[in-house]
């Protein structure tokens, strides 16, 4: 799966491309993306709260969901 066509409704740490993904949006490292998704599962805004504050990257995850119509 390339970066492009990387899922944004579902955080996926199994694929290289989505964890890239992932770490950018929530502004971490593979290691606690990874953290965050085996406590909370693969809910964006469930890995977004786990996170806390300050994790969020430029394009806010829950941002990009609420103007994609998602």
Do not use: I, Q
């Not at 390339?2 to 989505?18: G, H, K, N, P, Q």
């Not at 502004?27 to 469930?46: I, M």
């Not at 786990?50 to 969020?56: A, E, S, V």
């Amino acid at each position: 799966m390339t970066e492009a066509t990387a899922s944004r409704t579902t955080v996926l740490v199994t694929d290289e491309a989505e964890c890239r993904y992932w770490c950018r949006e929530f502004g971490v490292r593979p290691k606690e993306l990874k953290r965050a998704v085996r406590a909370v599962g693969t809910n964006p805004d469930d890995v977004e709260r786990y996170l806390g504050p300050g994790k969020m990257g430029p394009n806010d995850a829950s941002h990009w969901r609420a103007t994609s119509g998602l």
